[in-house]
C-alpha cells in the first residue's frame, strides 16, 4: 500500500535561494507525522509546497503524490479537493466574525474524500467551542482559536491535514492540550502531517518525526527514538535526557 502522502526529491527555491534540498517524507494513513526545525529551516516552505501555495516567487519541483497520484503540478485549490488541508501558521480564522460563523463559512469540496464534519461534530471535538460558540473570534484565548481553525480545516473534509505551528502564541500548558486533540483527531482515522518548534510536546503526541536543518532533512525515525537524538536532546530537550 502507498503512503497517504509521500513527497520524493522535493526541492524548492525562492529566486536563486534554494530553501529545500531534496526532501523525501511520508506520511501514512492514520499516522501523526511531525516536522521539526529550527526558525528558518524551511518547515512552511515544506508545507506551502505540499499545499500548492506560493509565498512570493517560490519555485517547487520533485514529487508530491497523495495515495500515489502525483499532485504536484496542481493548483492549491484543487489539491484542497482532493484532501489536502493546510491550516496556516498563525492563521485560519476570521477575527471579527463568531466561532458559529466562522465553522458554517466551510463546507466539504464537491468530491471530498475525508471524513465530513458538521459544526455539531466540531463541538464534540472541541468541547471548549460549544461555550464560545456567539463569540467573535478575537475575543478567544490564542489555543481557542487555534481550535477553530483546527475545526475550520476538518469542515473541509480532509483526508491530510497540515498544521503550520499550530502552538505559535499559545501559553504552555495550551500547547499539549492542542496538540493532544490533535492526536484524537489522527486515532480516529485522520492523517497529519505537523509542522512545530515545541518539540517537546510533539514528542508526546506523534508517531514519526523527522528533523529539518536548513533545508535537508538530518534524522526521522519514531518518536520513540528520536527522544534520544543527541541533536534533539541538545537542541530542544535542554541538553538533559529524559
Ligand atoms: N517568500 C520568501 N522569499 C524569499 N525567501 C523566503 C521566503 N519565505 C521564506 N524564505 C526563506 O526560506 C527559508 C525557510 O523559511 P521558512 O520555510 O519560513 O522556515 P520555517 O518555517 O522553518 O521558519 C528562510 O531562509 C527564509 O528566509
Ligand atoms: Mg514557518
Same mark, same amino acid.
Given at each position: 500500500?502507498?503512503?497517504?502522502?509521500?513527497?520524493?526529491?522535493?526541492?524548492?527555491?525562492?529566486?536563486?535561494?534554494?530553501?529545500?534540498?531534496?526532501?523525501?517524507?511520508?506520511?501514512?494513513?492514520?499516522?501523526?507525522?511531525?516536522?521539526?526545525?529550527?526558525?528558518?529551516?524551511?518547515?512552511?516552505?515544506?508545507?506551502?509546497?505540499?499545499?500548492?501555495?506560493?509565498?512570493?516567487?517560490?519555485?517547487?519541483?520533485?514529487?508530491?503524490?497523495?495515495?500515489?497520484?502525483?499532485?504536484?503540478?496542481?493548483?492549491?485549490?484543487?489539491?484542497?479537493?482532493?484532501?489536502?488541508?493546510?491550516?496556516?501558521?498563525?492563521?485560519?480564522?476570521?477575527?471579527?466574525?463568531?466561532?458559529?460563523?466562522?465553522?458554517?463559512?466551510?463546507?466539504?469540496?464537491?468530491?471530498?474524500?475525508?471524513?465530513?464534519?458538521?459544526?455539531?461534530?466540531?463541538?464534540?471535538?472541541?468541547?471548549?467551542?460549544?461555550?464560545?460558540? %456567539?463569540?467573535?473570534?478575537?475575543?478567544?484565548?490564542?489555543? &481557542? #482559536?487555534?481550535?477553530? /481553525?483546527?475545526?475550520?480545516? $476538518? *469542515? @473541509?473534509?480532509?483526508?491530510?491535514?497540515?498544521?503550520?505551528?499550530?502552538?505559535?502564541?499559545?501559553?504552555?500548558?495550551?500547547?499539549?492540550?492542542?496538540?493532544?486533540?490533535?492526536?484524537?483527531?489522527?486515532?480516529?482515522?485522520?492523517?497529519?502531517?505537523?509542522?512545530?518548534?515545541?518539540?517537546?510536546?510533539?514528542?508526546?503526541?506523534?508517531?514519526?518525526?523527522?528533523?529539518?536543518?536548513?533545508?535537508?532533512?538530518?534524522? %526521522?525515525?519514531?518518536?520513540?527514538?528520536?527522544?534520544?537524538? &543527541? #541533536?534533539?536532546?541538545? /537542541?530542544?530537550?535542554?541538553? $538533559? *535526557? @529524559?
Amino acid at each position: 500500500m502507498s503512503p497517504l502522502l509521500e513527497l520524493a526529491d522535493l526541492r524548492v527555491r525562492y529566486g536563486h535561494t534554494a530553501a529545500l534540498h531534496g526532501v523525501d517524507l511520508t506520511v501514512g494513513q492514520r499516522e501523526l507525522v511531525a516536522v521539526a526545525g529550527a526558525n528558518g529551516a524551511g518547515k512552511s516552505t515544506l508545507v506551502n509546497a505540499v499545499a500548492g501555495w506560493s509565498r512570493g516567487r517560490a519555485v517547487a519541483t520533485g514529487g508530491v503524490r497523495l495515495d500515489g497520484v502525483d499532485v504536484a503540478g496542481l493548483p492549491a485549490h484543487h489539491r484542497t479537493r482532493k484532501g489536502i488541508v493546510l491550516v496556516p501558521e498563525g492563521k485560519g480564522v476570521f477575527e471579527g466574525l463568531t466561532v458559529e460563523e466562522n465553522l458554517q463559512l466551510v463546507s466539504p469540496p464537491k468530491g471530498a474524500g475525508g471524513k465530513r464534519y458538521d459544526v455539531s461534530d466540531i463541538y464534540e471535538v472541541f468541547p471548549q467551542l460549544p461555550g464560545r460558540a %456567539s463569540k467573535k473570534c478575537s475575543t478567544l484565548s490564542g489555543g &481557542e #482559536r487555534q481550535m477553530v /481553525a483546527i475545526g475550520r480545516a $476538518l *469542515r @473541509a473534509a480532509p483526508r491530510l491535514l497540515i498544521l503550520d505551528e499550530p502552538s505559535v502564541g499559545l501559553a504552555p500548558r495550551l500547547v499539549l492540550d492542542v496538540l493532544r486533540h490533535v492526536r484524537e483527531l489522527v486515532d480516529g482515522g485522520l492523517s497529519v502531517l505537523l509542522v512545530e518548534q515545541n518539540v517537546k510536546a510533539t514528542l508526546e503526541v506523534a508517531d514519526r518525526l523527522y528533523l529539518l536543518e536548513q533545508g535537508r532533512v538530518v534524522g %526521522s525515525g519514531p518518536v520513540e527514538q528520536m527522544r534520544d537524538d &543527541e #541533536r534533539i536532546v541538545a /537542541a530542544y530537550l535542554g541538553g $538533559l *535526557r @529524559a
